[in-house]
Every structure is written in structure tokens, then in C-alpha cells.
């Protein structure tokens, strides 16, 4: 099976900072990675797909970059509502894989 | 606008089976080349994927649950189900059931459902 590592697993920032996760797979994916965001209590919300194409409705300030095995997500300018933890998520195998998660919180 | 519900016990028994309901409304479940998968996250913890079905009805499954897991799908209900036999502590989770679109992402999810195993 194919292993996420996400880094790091939680970072501070405060608002209007730039942030970058990094996410990495076990072996080559392709494009094939998805990132998420999920805030508590709530179901993950897709943000990004085929690892830079954003996904209708998200705000651009969310994109992403990577082939391979190693790929990024960053938010441009850090808005109060994107305080949340984000996953990246491989779909290049039948058998899906999440990343650990990278919660972002308010500095 | 799709949207998925899970419905089933709150509380399961430890060795008995956990079931699952997911209702899709919004659209049929049987047109369209989607995937539709069962999720779950250990409180406080990551997503883990349980598996999938295909509409015609091929199955994929995490392999560290494969033994114990079963998925169907009802399209005249327009439901599909989870089944996961012999549950323990360990199988208490909130579990999430989503659509995986054309470009593999999980693009629709329900709200999710806290199952708890306990005696």
C-alpha cells in the first residue's frame, strides 16, 4: 500500500500569512492527489484534485503543486475561516490513503 | 446537489457486526461512472478509508479490513451499505460516506455518524 506522510503536523501562523503543507508518498502517484479540509465536527470539503486543480468554489489563494511523490498545498493569505486541519489524500491505487493531517491553528 | 446521509445503531456490541446505511438523494445512484466509498476517523484522529463500490458492483477494500468488511448497493433504494463483522474498541469512529467523482476525488460526503463499540 501506498503511505502519506504529511508535514508538518500541525504549524501556528496568523492571518494573512502565507502556509505551506507538504505532503509525501511512499512511491511515485502521479498527479493522482487530492487535499482536503476539514474543520471540527464537520465532514472533509475537497479542496484541491489532480494535485493543483482547485476544485469549483474554492478562493484562490488555495493551490497546490507536485508530481511524483511529493507535492504542496499552499494558502496564500491565511484567512480567519481557514483555521482547520487539511489532509492529502492519494487515489493513484484502488486502495486509497490519507495523509496524517496538518491542523492549522491561529498564532 | 448530491447529498449522502449514514444512518444505522449508534452503539454496537463488541463481535457483532456493524451496519451502515448511506442514502443518496440529489441524483441516482446507478447513473453516472462513480465510485461510492465508506470513510472513518477515530475521534481525534485521520481519515481512514474503508473501501468502495462501483456501481455495477466491483468492490475495492482496505486491506487491513478486508477480511471483515462488505459494501453493497441497492440502486432501486438509491443506498449503499457498510457491513464490518467481529467489531472491537478499536472500530469506534465517526464514519463518513462520500462519492468519488470522475477525477477520483471524494467530491460529496455525508455528515458522518459516531459509531461506538462498547458492551
Known amino acids: 500500500d501506498i503511505q502519506m506522510t504529511q508535514s508538518p503536523s500541525s504549524l501556528s501562523a496568523s492571518v494573512g500569512d502565507r502556509v505551506t503543507i507538504t505532503c509525501r508518498a511512499s512511491?511515485?502517484?502521479?498527479?493522482?492527489l487530492n487535499w482536503y479540509q476539514q474543520k471540527p465536527g464537520k465532514a472533509p470539503k475537497v479542496l484541491l484534485y489532480?494535485?493543483?486543480s482547485l476544485q469549483s468554489g474554492v478562493p484562490s489563494r488555495f493551490s497546490g503543486s507536485g508530481s511524483g511523490t511529493d507535492f504542496t498545498l499552499t494558502i496564500s493569505s491565511l484567512q480567519p475561516e481557514d483555521f482547520a486541519t487539511y489532509y492529502c489524500?492519494?487515489?493513484?491505487?484502488?486502495?486509497?490513503?490519507f495523509g496524517g493531517g496538518t491542523k492549522v491553528e491561529i498564532k | 446537489q448530491v447529498q449522502l446521509q449514514e444512518s444505522g445503531p449508534g452503539l454496537v456490541k463488541p463481535s457483532q457486526t456493524l451496519s451502515l446505511t448511506c442514502t443518496v438523494s440529489?441524483?441516482?445512484?446507478?447513473?453516472?461512472?462513480?465510485?461510492w466509498s465508506w470513510i472513518r476517523q477515530p475521534a481525534g484522529k485521520g481519515l481512514e478509508w474503508i473501501g468502495h463500490?462501483?456501481?455495477?458492483?466491483?468492490?475495492n477494500y482496505n486491506p487491513s479490513l478486508k477480511s471483515r468488511v462488505a459494501i453493497s448497493v441497492d440502486t432501486s433504494k438509491n443506498q449503499f451499505s457498510l457491513k464490518l463483522s467481529s467489531v472491537t474498541a478499536a472500530d469506534t469512529a465517526v464514519y463518513f460516506c462520500?462519492?468519488?467523482?470522475?477525477?477520483?476525488?471524494?467530491?460529496?460526503w455525508g455528515q458522518g455518524t459516531l459509531v461506538t463499540v462498547s458492551s
Open positions: 462520500a462519492r468519488v467523482s470522475g477525477t477520483t476525488t471524494l467530491d460529496y
Open positions: 440529489g441524483g441516482s445512484i446507478g447513473s453516472g461512472s462513480y465510485y
Open positions: 463500490i462501483y456501481t455495477g458492483g466491483s468492490t
Open positions: 512511491q511515485s502517484i502521479s498527479s493522482y
Open positions: 489532480a494535485a493543483s
Open positions: 489524500q492519494q487515489s493513484y491505487s484502488n486502495f486509497f490513503t
